[in-house]
């Protein structure tokens, strides 16, 4: 079956760095770890999960070193990365988490989110007298925690109509113009044809014809200008005279 469009998949791998490091000498239970993503993530070849993004783990689990040459401890549960649209994706740290026989479902349930530290564990562990130190730029592969539907609007990605096409009346008729107003000052009241729109600096979207725009501040002398939009944008940028204290 194919997947459903839109869908950052389950399992879907997502490479991480480690962007500080930390001990088992000083890390605390619930303590934040923040990783950055090392590759760009796609869906439907639009990039939703950038280069250099932040993805947080959590210390689930800390002890420095003990007396009678006991190790410390260091686990870490990998939470989420932040998308480009600000929105967060769950991950684990396995990529199969059901497992086909006994082994596999422990595995599952007990390392689904838990990337376990010990001193035994990978070589990229440095062991200082037995406290662990996992150091900065240490890279993983974490895995997207299920399907995730994705609202393509919210990455740049404009939207064909349900049947597939433009409406055939649609490229003959752009039915607006942009106006990019700015002004110096900033924050100054915008009116198109008398009518307040919006503040500086902002973008208005007007009909094409003739309109006149006026920008004005409290002290400040009004400016206003007469246009005749046929479409596309047009950029205002509006110097404000300060008006002499009365």
């Known amino acids: 079956m194919l997947p459903a469009p839109h869908t950052l998949l389950d399992g879907t791998p997502v490479k991480l760095r480690l962007s500080q490091t930390i001990t088992s000498a000083d890390a605390k239970v619930g303590q934040e770890v923040p990783f950055e993503v090392v590759e760009d993530v796609k869906v439907d070849d639009v990039v939703v999960l950038p280069k250099g993004a932040t993805a947080i783990a ?4 800390a002890e420095h070193k003990k007396s009678m040459g006991r190790a410390g401890k260091l686990n870490i549960s990998i939470s989420y990365a932040r998308l480009a649209d600000q929105e967060k994706v769950a991950l684990r740290a396995v990529k199969d988490t059901k497992g086909g026989g006994h082994v596999g479902a422990m595995t599952g349930a007990i390392v689904a989110t838990s990337i376990v530290f010990f001193p035994a564990a990978p070589l990229f562990l440095f062991v200082h007298g037995k406290d662990i130190t996992i150091p900065q730029g240490t890279e993983i592969t974490a895995f997207v925690e299920g399907d995730m539907h994705l609202d393509m609007a919210r990455f740049g990605v404009s939207q064909p109509t349900s049947a597939g096409v ?11 113009a942009s106006l990019v107003v700015e002004s110096t000052p900033p924050g100054a009241d915008i009116e198109v044809d008398g009518g307040f729109v919006g503040n500086t600096p902002s973008t208005v979207n007007v009909s094409p014809g003739s309109h006149e725009i006026s920008v004005k501040k409290k002290g400040y002398g009004d400016w206003s200008r007469k246009l005749n939009v046929t479409g596309g944008s047009v950029h205002l940028s509006a110097e404000l005279e300060q008006q002499p204290a009365q």
Request: aromatic share 0%.
């Open 58 to 61: 959590t210390v689930t689990d």
């Open 166 to 176: 433009l409406p055939a009346a649609t490229p003959a008729a752009p039915a607006q």
